[in-house]
Structures are given as C-alpha cells and as structure tokens.
C-alpha cells in the first residue's frame, strides 16, 4: 500500500512541477515552440537518469521512494500526451517547421541525456 501512495504522490507533486514550468515558460518567452513542455520533458529525463543511477548501487534500496521519484513524480513530470497534441496543433496550424523541429529536439534530447548520464553507469 505504501508503494502505491508513493506513486499517487510523485505523480500529483510531478504534474503540478509540470504545470508550473509551463505557466513560467508562457509568462517568460513568447514563440510558437512548446517550450513548458519541452523543459519539463527534458528536466524529467535528467531526474529519471539521475534517480537510475543512483538506485542502481542499492540491492535493496527504498523502493517506496524509487517508485516515488522514477514511476510517480517522473511519470507525472514528464508528458507524452500533451507532446503529441501540442505537436498535432502545431501542424493543424501549418507550422510544419516547428513540428518537425519539436519532435526532433525533444527525442534527440530526451534519449542523449539519459545515454550520457547512464552510458557509464549501467553494465
């Protein structure tokens, strides 16, 4: 029962993080690029890598927090979802440009930060 509140929890605390940076992000740059999105997705794949490390060392690590940050927070953090639809709008829109570019930044960034934080770590 304690894991699944672990989750419950990380996954509120994640998706308000999330609505944040996407409320600063809107207040601070105006552009046609998803950015709020783009951060906490990229900010998302920092702490997963960072969370992967560190439980990797544990043979029997906490696992109430490990699903905390890992499944909850980064899962509540992070979103696909609303990638996809902001990157639909953006072609309903005609911006085929900044689509393409949305994709491509945000898979290229997401996956080369979590290769260069684990390459090391996991054998």
Do not use: D, H
Not at 52 to 65: C, P, Q
Not at 82 to 91: A, G, I, Q, V
Request: charged share 5%.
């Amino acid at each position: 029962m304690i894991n699944l509140l672990a989750i419950f929890i990380g996954g509120g605390l994640g998706s308000l993080c999330r609505y944040g940076i996407s409320k600063l992000s809107l207040k601070m740059v105006t552009t046609n690029f998803p950015l709020g999105t783009f951060l906490a997705n990229t900010l998302s794949c920092v702490l997963l890598a960072v969370a992967v490390v560190y439980f990797s060392g544990k043979i029997s690590g906490n696992m109430a927090l490990k699903l905390f940050l890992i499944t909850g927070f980064c899962g509540g953090f992070s979103t696909f979802s609303t990638f996809s639809l902001e990157t639909f709008e953006l072609l309903k829109q005609g911006n085929y440009i900044v689509a393409l570019l949305n994709i491509a930044i945000s898979v290229l960034v997401g996956i080369s930060l979590i290769f260069f934080i684990l390459k090391n770590q996991v054998q």
